[in-house]
């Protein structure tokens, strides 16, 4: 059997928007001046903590980041209840296409992302998704992205070597990611890190379009 491993904010769904209002939220929310949009998205796939550990100020306490995970949850919840969250977002062009054509050609699955599940669930709920896959590793139960615990325990559950596994990811974290775990890692340039940094932090493979990810695998 052969795994292919997914990131989803930025890879399968185009959730900025929403980041990016929700962490601007939070911020105002604590008296704190927001991050720019380029230094939010430069931080999608981290987990909570260690993200906000890199837009707050220097001088900020572990209480305050605290502080700033909890308002970015309560504002995304908001958002999500505004505008219909995950439902609201768009797939990227050719996503679907290309996880129904993987699973017809008998490859196994995977999600793996710096969202907690339950955000995992709605994206799932909100466009059909959860079908597609056999192993979903989420930041509740993980080290944050560049740790390899997400593509391990996920080479684990589904019994695949490392050898016979990929990981196709937007962000330089992604890419750290599969390198550590030892799998050929593929960055796409649709999301949120340059083709540069994704090539610096070991991609082997870099995609402009969803639809190049079948032929470059068969």
Not at 95 to 100: C, D, E, P, S, Y
Not at 103 to 116: M, R
């Amino acid at each position: 059997m052969k795994l292919a491993i997914f990131d989803m904010d930025g890879t399968l769904i185009d959730s900025q928007a929403l980041i990016v209002g929700a962490m601007v939220s939070a911020f105002q929310r604590l008296d704190m001046l927001p991050p720019t949009r380029a230094d939010i998205l430069s931080i999608v796939g981290l987990s909570l903590p260690q993200a906000m550990d890199r837009l707050a100020p220097a001088n900020v306490t572990p209480d305050a980041i605290a502080a700033l995970v909890d308002a970015y949850r309560t504002a995304f919840i908001a958002l999500r209840a505004e505008t219909g969250g995950e439902a609201s977002v768009p797939l990227y062009p050719g996503a679907l296409n290309v996880l129904g054509a993987l699973a017809a050609q008998g490859w196994l699955l995977g999600v793996a992302t710096g969202k907690a599940r339950r955000g995992v669930d709605h994206v799932f709920a909100a466009h059909g998704l959860g079908h597609f896959f056999s192993t979903v590793q989420t930041a509740d139960g993980h080290p944050s992205k560049p740790h390899p615990s997400m593509i391990e325990t996920a080479l684990f559950e589904t019994g695949v070597a490392p050898s016979d596994a990929i990981m196709i990811g937007d962000t330089t974290f992604d890419i750290e990611m599969g390198c550590a775990a030892g799998v050929r890692s593929i960055g796409v340039t649709w999301g949120y890190h340059p083709q540069a940094q994704l090539r610096q932090a070991g991609a082997s493979d870099i995609l402009t379009h969803f639809d190049e990810l079948v032929p470059l695998l068969t």
